[in-house]
């Protein structure tokens, strides 16, 4: 144990390599194994495209067509480590995920050392972060998540130290300039998360008059500035009837209120939620949640709020974005990453002084998961509906059995060992996850496969068509447009004009439309994240 603690004392006195460290050895092997994937990454990287050979610098291009669903921010970005390291696309993406990665897991630790939790808490929340399922998964996945979430938390942190010492500084201002970068990365999520849970935090503290300050105000004219800038680009772009009706119409009020993507019910995320926070979901079974039914509980939290610290903030970043994003119409699997530090933080803090056996129970699940979902693997991973043979699923399966088999003997060595055990058994996990299963994988999960046959046709003097697909799909591996159609007549119409055509589209409309199309036949399938998608050609 003596060499436990010196390990775990190392680590913690040098706690940003160690994060380093723990990013590099989850992703270095995995940065140019793999083709993008269905539906995210290839529509970025397409994206990514437009703006660094076509000069869309401000409203992104999709399929050459404007792409109002992301601001550029994180764009940009991939663009500086284009040029800026021998990465180049597709590895860049994956690169741009890692570092977002560890981006993540700097904010997470920049909050807990802000509020004042000591540095075994703070690095033990960020071990719980890298062994996420959710997290180690987006570490491999090209998006603008992490980078954007760690925003909203460090503005969180400016915020706190900005409204709980005695002299905000310039915090106020660094508050507002993060949360307008987050809005920059994704959109106003970013700005609303750390406005509404300060705002909560002051109010309950009854402290809300802090806010009305004179660095605050400052603060907001910076942001709004920021965003002021990018909109006068849009404007000039695409002009103001794209800005009012397509970015602030459709992406914003509409997907708010009343969506046209992903609509799901006011509870999707209690049901959402728990999956994505595995393994420590489980962390709710070793919780004294038995206080919540007393009223002394309840009673003693009211009476001593204008105390209320850093657990307090923590609660309602929480709570406070679950219950917001419940209010939202469209609801996606990602959104709830802001609520990861938090949480990480809380559950860390509470393993310090967790009772021997609320701790031995915890571990016993954590581990007992992990071995569980190996053993299934083991037993049933050839009956998993997957259109392609996935290689390293028996070593997969071996590995999550084998991890959750030294979580289980680490429950009663103290937090220390079991926590070390757990993330280094994510690590180990990623290994043949992402050099032999997730690469396997490419031609149920990508649409490269088909987007080359399509180029093959459009090089061929075939005009290309597709008819409700996923916008953008295979423009990034066809390295061609082509136009894209929802209604059957338009795209039949357009289509007669051409002696030679390739369409795309998926299975179940085309067997809509195939009477319709005599003089076309289907030249090749593929089922793409478990949707069937054809291409048929004419002439």
């Avoid at 992703?27 to 397409?46: C, G, I, K, P, Q």
């Avoid at 695409?238 to 602030?248: C, K, R, S, Y």
């Avoid at 994003?325 to 990602?334: D, P, Q």
């Avoid at 860390?348 to 031995?360: E, G, H, I, K, N």
Wanted: net charge positive; hydrophobic share 55%; proline share 5%.
């Amino acid at each position: 144990m003596s060499a436990l603690r010196t390990l775990w004392t190392r680590l913690e006195n040098h706690p940003w390599l160690t994060m380093t460290l723990a990013v590099l050895a989850q992703t270095w092997f995995a940065l140019n194994n793999r083709a993008l994937w269905f539906s995210d990454e290839v529509r970025y990287a397409d994206a990514y495209k437009n703006l660094a050979a076509h000069g869309k610098w401000v409203v992104l291009a999709l399929n050459g067509q404007p792409y109002p669903d992301k601001p550029p921010v994180y764009f940009w970005f991939l663009w500086l480590l284009d040029k800026l390291t021998p990465f180049h696309q597709p590895a860049v993406f994956f690169l741009g995920a890692a570092l977002s990665g560890l981006f993540f897991l700097f904010a997470a630790y920049a909050l807990a050392r802000t509020l004042k939790f000591d540095r075994t808490t703070s690095l033990a929340s960020t071990l719980i972060l890298v062994s996420t399922f959710m997290v180690a998964a987006l570490l491999h996945y090209s998006r603008m998540d992490l980078m954007f979430a760690a925003l909203i938390i460090l503005s969180h942190a400016a915020f706190y130290r900005a409204y709980t010492e005695k002299s905000e500084g310039w915090w106020p201002v660094w508050g507002f300039v993060l949360a307008g970068a987050a809005t920059l990365v994704k959109g106003p999520l970013g700005f609303l998360f750390p406005l509404v849970d300060i705002t909560l935090f002051l109010a309950f503290k009854g402290e809300a008059k802090r806010l009305l300050s004179r660095r605050t105000g400052m603060g907001l004219l910076a942001m709004l500035g920021m965003l002021a800038v990018w909109i006068a680009g849009v404007i000039v772009a695409e002009g103001p009837g794209f800005l009012i009706n397509t970015v602030l119409g459709k992406q914003i009020l509409e997907r708010a209120t009343h969506t046209f993507h992903h609509k799901e019910a006011w509870w999707w995320y209690f049901a959402a939620f728990p999956l994505a926070w595995m393994p420590w979901t489980l962390a709710l079974f070793a919780a004294p949640v038995h206080r919540l039914f007393s009223l002394s509980f309840w009673g003693t939290l009211w009476g001593g709020r204008r105390h209320a610290g850093p657990k307090a903030l923590l609660w309602i970043m929480f709570l406070a974005t679950f219950l917001f994003l419940s209010s939202l119409s469209g609801k996606v699997f990602i959104y709830v990453l802001p609520m990861f530090p938090p949480l990480a933080i809380l559950i860390a803090d509470a393993l310090r002084t967790m009772s021997d056996p609320r701790a031995r129970r915890l571990w016993t699940l954590v581990g007992g998961l992990w071995a569980l979902i190996g053993a299934a693997l083991l037993l049933a991973g050839d009956l998993i509906p997957v259109p392609v043979p996935v290689r390293g699923m028996g070593l997969c399966a071996a590995v999550l059995v084998l991890g959750g088999a030294a979580i289980f003997a680490m429950r009663d060595k103290g937090f220390r060992a079991a926590l070390l055990t757990c993330a280094l058994a994510m690590i180990l996990w990623i290994y043949p996850v992402g050099m032999l299963a997730a690469p396997s994988l490419d031609d149920a999960m990508s649409p490269r496969h088909q987007a080359l046959v399509l180029k093959n046709y459009i090089e061929r003097g075939y005009a290309p068509f597709a008819a409700r697909v996923y916008s953008g799909i295979y423009t990034y591996y066809a390295g061609h447009d082509y136009p894209e159609y929802d209604k059957y007549d338009r795209l039949i119409e357009e289509m007669a004009k051409h002696d030679k055509v390739v369409l795309a589209i998926r299975a179940t409309h085309w067997n809509d439309i195939k009477d319709r199309l005599p003089e076309f036949h289907v030249v090749d399938r593929q089922s793409i994240a478990g949707l069937v998608h054809v291409l048929a050609v004419k002439g």
